[in-house]
């Protein structure tokens, strides 16, 4: 563990104050959210870039296979 020293303008720490919790904890806990926030966002940058990656081979098997279904009946 790191100790950081953080600087936050006072309507923050008033903010903070008023929800009656400890500046490190509301500290601790609001990083906690954004790198939880920010590791959300780069996944589904990849899956959308991995989907349009594959999208064009998608779309040829979809159509290979598009009466497959009719013709099992």
Same mark, same amino acid.
């Given at each position: 563990? /790191?100790?950081? $020293?953080? @600087?936050?303008? +006072?309507? =923050?720490?008033?903010?903070? %104050?008023s929800?009656?919790?400890k #500046? *490190? @904890?509301?500290a $601790? *806990? =609001?990083? *906690? &959210? $954004? !790198? =939880?926030? #920010?590791?959300?966002?780069?996944? $589904?940058?990849?899956? %959308? #870039?991995?989907?349009? =990656?594959?999208? /064009? &081979? +998608?779309?040829? !098997?979809?159509? +290979?296979?598009q009466?497959? +279904?009719?013709?099992?009946?």
């Open positions: 563990m /790191k100790t950081i $020293k953080l @600087i936050l303008p +006072d309507p =923050a720490i008033a903010y903070i %104050k929800v009656r919790k #500046e *490190e @904890i509301f $601790k *806990e =609001a990083v *906690e &959210e $954004k !790198i =939880a926030r #920010e590791q959300r966002s780069n996944l $589904k940058d990849l899956l %959308k #870039e991995g989907y349009q =990656a594959t999208s /064009k &081979e +998608d779309l040829e !098997i979809s159509n +290979d296979f009466y497959a +279904d009719s013709q099992l009946s």
